[in-house]
């Protein structure tokens, strides 16, 4: 019967010219029964019914309640809570609504004259409109492109001072914004928002909104002349209204403002007047805030930038430190320059230095260490940011306590070892500037690795290493540096450990644009040889001397560097395998987890293992273990000796190391071999886990698979860009072009697992076992082409199409360039007795 209603009011509709109050009560109606009675298809019907039925709505029927009531039925369907409903409903809407007439409704007075019913009539539309546009991406494109942004802002100027409608609109603007910003800009959008929020600023009960409307300005902001004079003053009282009662959204947004704000020199004594310092601070002290990463990250940057811009218009140093007052002597140090070398023999490094990877492998511990609590983390943040305000803001220049320690001796005179100026700053407390990749320059700034001796076991020495490029790190998230004691490791064999205190990331100089990370470190042993490093260093000769354990493994000389280091190709695997797989690590120096996976891959097939047979018999390797040995040597964070980054230059000539590995790659194609997997092994700064980066989803069935062979990889965490003029010199988008099926980033974190993982830090032992599931992966996803590849010329032979002696093959994606393999008799043969 209800079905047969609903039939019969959507006869009436469609055969009136205009539909009267009676017929949009009947639709309200047909609304309210779908809507109890939990049934989609009826939720669906209905609105496809008020579709059809408002756009016939005479100004004086779109002014009643009965339009009114069906908005609110509507509004009711689209958020329905059983899911099934909901998403009927949110579909049928997305495809039969007309969302433009919904928004001119809203502005000739839907709902009538009644303040109350009229503005909650229009909130009722608006929802239905953002409800039915985040549905598709085709919606937001088609009421953009037919003025809907324009209409919005309309509502925004007539309905503004009414936070529910302020809600929608903001919400919409926000919909449209993302490709859009110069239009919303332009529209009329930062001053709605701006009168908004100067409306509701004190009101701790619309989080939300201010959420919105800040959100909304900062989308806009960079087409502004200026940033709004208005803006400091409302996001630093809405900031404090917030703090006590949230929403964590809100706050993020508002701190988010005032750290933008805060790079801006001109404002800096604004906003230390209306003491964004203090509330950023409470921000970070609070424990319901604490385990909030970017509300951290945003609170430091608002507290940190004003005070540091301030202090360098002083003329302070950001450290405290001041050279020329002569209060304090600078350490004992050692230190290389980046600079490049004038000869090869300028590169040659002393052989005593680090422990070597075999050292390393045996004494450092196989199970995985805890990372920080996000609580921990927050008090070492508010700790460091004081003591260094401290310093900063003092008057007096910091005085030494009368001690007869000798100060520590730092040396970074190894291989892989870099250190910039050491500053001491108190009795066991120094400041370090960490050394660019490029002399006088600013980018490329994060390996860290040098030796310090002249200890005291048992006191705590406090290290900040400044001059940090990133505005992120792992070390925010509970990730600790690592430590090798010589002493230990002679006593009782220990290795690397992850060790620090009070260990946090914040800005510090430049504006707040470069960062420090400081830590606490008690040494174990007096009089000690311990290195510190940002992770677990490999090292050159550590490749030189594991390849040395292989001698019969046919290898090549992709080319020679710029100090004379060959940069070496492994041939492994069977020539008569019908794939050919490439793996590359070690592009970027500083990543030194990817040699540690890349060293699981040949611990794996070069190492007599069962498991690896097939992988040996079934598929042609190429391994380049170390594309940049160059900047391993030096203590590069980024580039080779020539400062060029090899992960933006694979697709031209301008480094040798690339050159190369672009010659043998397609010298190896000319072999017939289908070209399936190229996988550039890279680690990352910032992010926790093993994850991939990849070409859109070509890369998606290897990725699965080696999610597949190790818990490890964050399958969900892929990245997947489309390809664009900036990535045409990565390693992925080279393999692409190269005829690779499946070509990608694997990214290893430098810090922690991912969070699905467990809350430790990735150990070595986590490392290899990711190289020796990707061999496994690959050899999962070759045996699935070759099955499909021979199939394919089984089929092709029986239905005559081909001569069953030619194959092309594509990529996932159909857009790479096609490969022809011809296959030989012999081939075949071979193909039909496996």
């Known amino acids: 019967r209800a079905l047969a209603g609903t039939e019969v009011v959507a006869r009436r509709v469609a055969d009136s010219r205009a539909v009267t109050t009676g017929m949009l009560d009947e639709v309200a109606q047909v609304c309210s ?87 909650q009539a229009a909130t009722n539309a608006l929802q239905a409109v953002r409800y039915a546009a985040a549905t598709r991406i085709e919606t937001v494109e088609r009421l953009r492109s037919a003025g809907g942004l324009m209409l919005i802002i309309d509502a925004w100027k007539a309905g503004g001072h009414t936070a529910d409608i302020s809600q929608e609109c903001c919400s919409l603007a926000l919909l449209l914004a993302p490709h859009h910003a110069r239009t919303t800009a332009a529209s009329g959008a930062v001053e709605c928002s701006l009168s908004t929020w100067n409306r509701f600023c004190q009101d701790p009960c619309r989080g939300l909104l201010l959420q919105g409307v800040a959100e909304v300005v900062l989308v806009c902001l960079p087409y502004l002349s200026e940033i709004p004079p208005v803006m400091p003053r409302l996001a630093s009282e809405s900031l404090k209204v917030l703090t006590t009662v949230g929403p964590a959204g809100a706050i993020g947004a508002l701190l988010k403002a005032l750290a933008r704000m805060a790079g801006e020199q001109r404002l800096a004594s604004e906003l230390a007047s209306l003491g964004v310092a203090e509330l950023a601070m409470a921000v970070i002290a609070d424990q319901r805030w604490s385990q909030e990463l970017v509300l951290r990250r945003f609170a430091a940057e608002a507290y940190a930038r004003p005070i540091v811009i301030l202090a360098e ?265 019908a794939v050919r797989v490439c793996i590359v690590a070690r592009a970027h120096p500083g990543e030194t987890h990817a040699s540690w996976v890349m060293r699981g891959v040949l611990q794996f097939l070069l190492g007599d293992c069962e498991e690896a047979f097939p992988c040996l018999n079934e598929i042609c390797w190429i391994l380049v273990p170390m594309l940049n040995p160059d900047g391993v040597a030096m203590g590069r964070t980024r580039t080779n000796l020539d400062h060029v980054d090899l992960n933006r230059h694979h697709h031209d000539d301008a480094a040798p190391e690339t050159r190369g590995l672009r010659t043998l790659l397609q010298e190896e194609n000319r072999a017939g071999l289908c070209p399936l997997a190229f996988v550039d092994i890279h680690s990352h700064s910032r992010r926790r886990g093993v994850f991939a980066i990849a070409n859109g989803r070509d890369a998606d069935p290897l990725v699965e698979r080696l999610a597949a062979r190790s818990p490890l990889v964050d399958a969900a965490g892929t990245n997947r860009h489309e390809l664009r003029s900036q990535d045409e010199g990565t390693g992925r988008v080279a393999g692409a072009r190269l005829g690779y099926l499946y070509s990608m980033t694997l990214e290893s974190s430098l810090g922690a697992r991912h969070c699905g993982a467990g809350d430790q830090h990735l150990s070595l032992a986590d490392l290899e076992s990711v190289g020796s599931a990707l061999c496994l992966a690959l050899l999962d996803l070759a045996r699935e082409h070759v099955q499909q590849r021979e199939e394919a010329l089984l089929s092709n032979a029986a239905n005559g199409s081909v001569s069953g002696t030619e194959l092309t093959l594509v990529s996932p994606r159909e857009r790479a360039a096609k490969t022809t393999f011809s296959a030989s008799p012999r081939k075949r043969e071979r193909h039909k007795s496996r």
């Open 33 to 119: 029964a779908a809507f109890e009675a939990e049934n989609e298809e009826r939720c669906k019907d209905a609105v496809a019914l008020f579709a059809a039925a408002m756009p016939k709505a005479p100004l004086g029927v779109l002014r009643s309640t009965s339009a009114a009531s069906a908005c609110a039925m509507l509004a009711s369907m689209l958020r329905h809570p059983n899911d099934e409903c909901r998403r009927a409903a949110l579909l049928s809407a997305s495809h039969e609504l007309d969302l433009l007439h919904l928004l001119r409704s809203v502005l000739k007075g839907l709902g009538g004259n009644d303040p109350a019913r009229r503005w």
């Open 313 to 577: 218009a002083r003329g302070n140093g950001t450290s405290g430190y001041t050279p020329s007052k002569g209060m304090l002597s600078p350490a004992c140090t050692t230190q290389r320059i980046a600079g490049p070398p004038t000869t090869p023999k300028a590169l040659e490094l002393p052989q005593q230095g680090l422990p070597g990877a075999h050292i390393v492998c045996a004494a450092t511990a196989p199970s995985a260490e805890p990372t920080v609590a996000a609580s921990a983390c927050a008090a070492a943040l508010r700790k460091r940011l004081e003591a260094w305000r401290e310093r900063l803001t003092s008057k007096e220049p910091p005085v030494a306590e009368a001690t007869d320690e000798p100060p520590l001796q730092f040396d970074a005179d190894f291989e892989s070892g870099s250190l910039g100026p050491v500053l001491q700053l108190g009795p066991r407390e120094y400041e370090i500037k960490l050394l660019p990749d490029l002399a006088g320059t600013s980018t490329y700034v994060q390996w860290f690795c040098f030796r310090v001796r002249g200890m005291t076991a048992g006191l705590y020495y406090t290290f900040h290493l400044s001059n940090l490029s990133k505005p992120g790190s792992l070390f925010e998230e509970g990730c600790l540096p690592v430590l090798f004691s010589k002493r230990e490791y002679e006593e009782t064999g220990g290795g690397w450990v992850r060790e620090g205190e009070d260990v946090a990331y914040y800005p510090c100089n430049d504006a707040g644009k470069r960062h420090c990370v400081s830590f606490d470190i008690a040494f174990p042993h007096d009089d000690d040889e311990v290195f510190l490093a940002h992770s677990i260093p490999y090292t050159h000769t550590d490749l030189c001397v594991e390849l040395d354990r292989w001698p019969g493994v046919p290898r090549r000389v992709v080319t020679r560097t710029a100090s004379g280091r060959d940069v070496l190709a492994l041939a492994v695997g069977s020539e008569e395998a």
